[in-house]
């Protein structure tokens, strides 16, 4: 029946929507630090980019230490828009409002795919809530899910253009040279994924006798693609390729993005991560083909391009022999959960039902839950952790900030889990607080270091065997050290430090140690 002769579900449908934004701003909010792996960098950074391109409310000076790249760099998102909320508010709260709008971007505009794609309302449309808060926040991939947001746009802007019977129209083929340079600037792999679904799309055109408008639709990419160029020419240096060096790796690598949880080392976990994870992700799957109309699979697979697409990500990622290219880490990560959520959005459903999408608002709102509850537990841990950082450390000392990641997890558990070393870049909030202009930032955004970086602060992610060469080299810069690590390499790291420092306060995942001469 159509959607117009039933406004109650609408109603219901919008009152579902509101709800389940109302839990996601409630569990993003429900503590003052965040756990999430890069989140205190771009923090930094953003902090950096209000002082120096706007002006900030509480600017602190970062001129001489910092300049912006002049260059268009394909990871703008997460620096500029904190930067711009840094106007206005104070960087710890324009950090959290960023990571909140970025999340309910992510969910809002996957719902919209969905609506678009199926054109009518189904329960699916809300399961970008389920995963928004997953992987990719863990991690701190603001950039890239900003990136994600927009190509699920930019895929529902294709979908109508080419279902038109002329093809995509001159207001639409603006539209997406406009969406396709903001894309390239939120993030390069969400621009490739884009760019990937111009050409798909373009194919359709052809393989339907349109190929008139198949060559305006590859213009709007051009763009980008200048931007691109611009960037690798005007950029030099890098750490290089280095490839993945056993299958195990790579397996991780393609699975990992599909836990809705991960540990937050070197903090014990809340409730049973693998049991949990194993749990929603077999839930996911009975929703998904329990509203699948299995009668309209071959129809979709041979309509619906988005489909194409997803199978596209999928052998990109298992092919990509790549674990890192300069900065950026398994890129063959970024595909994974971009090719599961197009192609769960584009697969054919029956008509809504109402048990389906009570199941499904429940779920969503359950999962919130428990991520609250764990933000709620480490964000209170690393509020002591920070009480006692600010208690043992004079502001404005240069301090060493160590971390060592696990990779197992601190304690044994069962099954397999993946975790973040979540405290490797949150001393940086203590740069922060303190006013310390230095810290060795990863240049992976518009953010420059000018000159040596002395003093301040510098944050190291070494091995327990690396410790020794790491610090000591540099110890007569930094008299205190700061470790964050499962507690059986704490007192590794105080046995190896040793007698060059000294501790002077222990807790729950921490350290401090102060110079001994």
């Not at 305006?216 to 950029?235: H, N």
């Not at 937050?264 to 009975?286: G, T």
């Not at 518009?446 to 003093?455: C, D, K, L």
């Not at 540099?474 to 430090?497: F, K, R, T």
């Amino acid at each position: 029946m159509p959607m117009s002769v039933r406004p109650g579900l609408r109603l219901d449908g919008a009152v579902i929507w509101l709800v389940l934004t109302a839990a996601t701003v409630g569990a993003l909010y429900s503590s003052h630090f965040l756990p999430f792996y890069d989140y205190y960098q771009w923090l930094f950074q953003g902090h950096v980019v209000a002082d120096l391109l706007f002006g900030g409310a509480d600017a602190t000076g970062f001129a001489g230490a910092y300049s912006l790249d002049p260059v268009p760099v394909p990871n703008l998102a997460a620096p500029l828009g904190i930067g711009a909320l840094n106007v206005f508010l104070p960087i710890e709260a324009a950090g959290q409002l960023f990571v909140v709008l970025t999340v309910l971007g992510f969910a809002g505009s996957f719902g919209y795919l969905v609506r678009t794609l199926q054109g009518r309302p189904t329960a699916i449309e809300y399961l970008g809530f389920l995963w928004a808060p997953g992987f990719y926040l863990y991690k701190g991939y603001l950039s890239f899910m900003v990136g994600m947001a927009l190509v699920f746009v930019v895929v529902a802007v294709l979908h109508q253009a080419v279902a038109a019977q002329g093809g995509p129209g001159r207001r639409t083929l603006v539209l997406l040279g406009v969406l396709g340079v903001v894309l390239y600037l939120s993030h390069l792999l969400a621009w490739g994924i884009g760019v990937l679904a111009v050409l798909v799309h373009v194919l359709v055109l052809a393989r339907t006798g349109r190929g008139r408008r198949a060559l305006p639709l590859v213009g709007t990419v051009l763009p980008g693609v200048v931007l691109a160029a611009w960037y690798v020419l005007a950029e030099h240096g890098g750490t290089g390729v280095v490839l993945y060096t056993s299958w195990f790796d790579k397996a991780i690598s393609l699975s990992e993005t599909l836990q809705p949880f991960l540990r937050l080392d070197p903090f014990p976990p809340v409730f049973p991560i693998f049991w949990v994870n194993v749990l929603l992700v077999l839930v996911f799957a009975a929703l998904v083909l329990f509203q699948l109309d299995r009668s309209a699979l071959r129809a979709a697979f041979e309509g619906r391009p988005v489909l194409w697409l997803a199978g596209l990500l999928v052998g990109i990622a298992l092919v990509l022999p790549v674990s890192m290219v300069n900065d950026l880490i398994k890129p063959d990560e970024r595909f994974v959960m971009p090719a599961l959520l197009l192609a769960v959005a584009a697969l054919p459903y029956r008509a809504v039902r109402p048990a389906a999408t009570g199941v499904t608002a429940v779920l969503v709102v359950a999962v919130l839950g428990l991520h609250a509850v764990e933000y709620v537990d480490v964000g209170g841990r690393i509020a002591r952790v920070d009480a006692a950082t600010d208690a043992a450390v004079p502001a404005g000392a240069p301090l060493l900030y160590l971390t060592v990641p696990s990779r197992y997890g601190c304690e044994a558990a069962p099954g397999l889990s993946v975790g973040v070393p979540v405290l490797k870049w949150f001393g940086v909030d203590h740069a922060i607080e303190t006013g310390q202009a230095r810290v060795n930032v990863e240049e992976t955004s518009i953010v420059r270091a000018e000159g040596p970086a002395e003093g301040g602060m510098t944050v190291l992610a070494p091995t327990l065997a690396e410790v020794p060469g790491a610090v000591l080299p540099i110890a007569a810069d930094h008299p205190y050290v700061q470790a964050i690590a499962c507690p059986s390499d704490l007192a590794g790291i105080e046995q190896e430090l040793g007698p060059a420092y000294r501790p002077v306060a222990h807790g729950e995942g921490y350290t401090i140690l102060r110079r001994t001469s």
